[in-house]
């Protein structure tokens, strides 16, 4: 056998092959720069966040981040024609669709939180959790479900599609308040605290006075919520009016009256009001704290452990209201119990994924 002719082959094969890579990568190349490169809607969304963060750090724009509880709404087309994208078009797979888009930025804290809106028609449109969750969880007047009331949406009964996945942790769906922040509840948590262990003057002993913007739980808090969140997280979440009311045991108000007779402003993080673990419950028979039948038809009463409320006694200045194995009960302040927190989020957040199931829980971005 030739070797020689056997390696003139080889090699005149291997050119071949060589040429016709370098010719496809060339196509590909040249396919790229005319039609663009294409992405799913969600990349598309993570595009335009990114162009606007770039457009408002250009000082040639003339436009400032916005301050307090402005809001700045920038086009894409602005986005377009400052070159920090691409038309909608190449980045879109199917030719024939046509979209626009603008993104919405609010100031969160010291952060920014920058919210993509994509319009492509029937084949996608952006939309909020909050949106999302009221368009596809049917809104009930009987058994589990979301009802309307008081001008908010609460989710009520035993059975309910109402969780979130959000910094690595699941976490239950309380409401949706009238400015359309979606309150969350810490679905598991291994923190324990004393609500407060002050010397109580009454008691004439270390029991804690009941007094939640001085107490040891509101430290606390702030604690677990710098460990929780990263900062990424936090500009997801918006600062609320805490409610802080005392309750007297026989008061048979639902309404949040009388938590909210009183307010924290402008917190990050909290704790369940007792008015809202009675409206969890379906059970007419559920009127006021002692009442046993509030803990039927309750997706809060899965909880074994005794923890925390926010809501204080307003008869004994040591006592504080917990949930205890599916029961509001009065507890002394000093004890140490769960700490499950609640927070809020932006109505702006968008969502991305999930049915609300434990197994398929909400996510979103």
Do not use: H
Not at 43 to 60: F, G, N, T
Not at 237 to 258: A, P
Not at 290 to 314: E, F, M, P, V
């Amino acid at each position: 056998m030739d070797l020689s002719n056997v390696n003139k082959k080889l090699l005149k094969y291997l050119i071949i092959t060589i040429a016709a890579c370098i010719g496809i990568l060339l196509i590909m190349f040249i396919v790229k720069l005319i039609i663009g490169t294409k992405f799913s809607y969600a990349k598309i969304e993570e595009k335009m966040q990114d162009a606007a963060m770039s457009y408002l750090k250009d000082e040639d724009v003339g436009i400032s981040l916005p301050t307090g509880n402005e809001v700045i709404t920038i086009e894409v087309d602005d986005l377009v024609a400052n070159k920090n994208m691409k038309e909608l078009s190449k980045y879109v797979k199917n030719k024939n669709i046509t979209c626009t888009g603008n993104v919405v930025v609010r100031k969160q804290d010291d952060n920014y939180l920058y919210i993509p809106y994509l319009n492509c028609g029937k084949d996608y449109t952006t939309t909020t959790l909050k949106d999302y969750i009221l368009t596809n969880e049917k809104q009930v007047e009987t058994g589990d479900g979301l009802y309307y009331a008081n001008n908010q949406y609460i989710y009520r009964g035993e059975y309910l599609n109402n969780y979130v996945k959000f910094a690595n942790q699941l976490w239950r769906i309380i409401k949706i308040d009238a400015e359309g922040n979606i309150k969350l509840l810490q679905d598991e948590t291994k923190v324990r605290n004393n609500w407060d262990n002050r010397y109580n003057v009454d008691d004439k002993s270390s029991v804690g006075i009941n007094n939640y913007e001085l107490s040891r739980v509101n430290k606390k808090l702030d604690e677990i919520y710098n460990d929780i969140f990263t900062d990424e997280d936090k500009k997801y979440i918006t600062s609320k009016n805490l409610c802080i009311g005392k309750r007297y045991i026989g008061d048979t108000t639902k309404d949040g009256s009388t938590e909210c007779y009183e307010v924290f402003e402008n917190q990050k993080i909290g704790l369940i009001q007792v008015d809202e673990f009675l409206n969890a419950s379906l059970d007419s028979n559920c009127q006021k704290i002692r009442d046993g039948a509030c803990q039927n038809y309750n997706y809060l009463t899965k909880y074994d452990s005794d923890w925390w409320t926010i809501t204080a006694n307003a008869a004994n200045t040591s006592n504080v209201y917990e949930i205890s194995r599916g029961k509001v009960n009065t507890a002394i302040a000093s004890i140490s119990k769960l700490i499950r927190p609640t927070i809020y989020l932006n109505s702006d957040v968008i969502y991305a994924s999930g049915d609300g199931s434990e197994e398929n829980p909400y996510i979103f971005k």
